[in-house]
């Protein structure tokens, strides 16, 4: 399995501020996908960006952009104009091209506060 | 929303009995995957499925086993529940057709005392 490590369990940000969440990846692959899902206290698993290997451009969805840095193996996502409603447990994981098996990190837990 | 359901959303059995999950999804959707979360370890992969009849073992297949009869419903039994498999159940399915982005059921938490 590849291993996917985020490397901060728990992070706290202002409304209305800016919050980076790590994520580093272990792979020998060049084609891939990456992903941030979000875990709301109501348990549901949301996805929040898709980023494919090949594409260079970094992936952006309204208030959540990617930083990826394929040499780096480095997939960070960064939450701009935080919400109350973005708090939730993140989780960063990697997809190898035409594999089924989604690997995930242990996650990492987003806090705002009002 | 992806179409996705799961039931039971909750249940609690006792070590030794068996357990059956089920996911339904309307979409007509190749790939189904299930998955289980624990605290520390994130989301791994029990088993999964490309097609009717068609499954295969993920990362923690151990003690689980799992069918698919029909498109829309992929099923996952414990045969004698153990205590280690107290967890939350996701089903998934992949909406592009093939081994792709992957959108989830809402989940069953699953207690075996």
């Known amino acids: 399995a590849q291993t996917v490590t985020q490397s901060q369990p728990e992070m706290s940000v202002q409304e209305a501020e800016t919050v980076t969440l790590s994520c580093t990846y272990d792979?020998?692959?060049?084609?891939?996908?990456l992903f941030w899902y979000k875990q709301p206290p109501s348990r549901q698993m949301i996805l929040v960006i898709r980023?494919?290997?090949?594409?260079?451009q970094n992936a952006t969805e309204n208030r959540f952009s990617v930083n990826f840095q394929k040499a780096a193996k480095s997939f960070s996502l960064k939450i701009s104009d935080s919400q109350l409603g973005d708090t939730a447990m993140y989780f960063c994981?990697?997809?190898?091209?035409?594999?089924?098996?989604?690997?995930f990190g242990a996650g990492t837990t987003v806090t705002v506060r009002a | 929303d992806a179409g996705i359901t799961q039931s039971p959303r909750h249940k609690v059995t006792e070590t030794g009995t068996p357990v059956t999950l089920r996911c339904h999804q309307t979409?007509?959707?190749?790939?189904m995957y299930w998955y289980r979360q624990d605290p520390g370890h994130g989301l791994r992969l029990i088993h999964y499925s490309y097609g009717v009849k068609d499954t295969d073992k993920g990362e923690v297949s151990d003690g689980y086993s799992v069918s698919r009869s029909k498109t829309e419903d992929f099923l996952l039994t414990l045969e004698s529940a153990t205590s280690s498999q107290t967890s939350v159940y996701f089903c998934a399915i992949s909406a592009r057709g093939g081994p792709d982005t992957q959108y989830f059921g809402p989940g069953t938490r699953l207690t075996v005392l």
């Open positions: 792979t020998s692959e060049n084609n891939y996908y």
């Open positions: 979409e007509n959707h190749r790939y």
């Open positions: 980023q494919e290997a090949y594409k260079q």
């Open positions: 994981a990697f997809l190898r091209s035409n594999d089924y098996k989604l690997s």
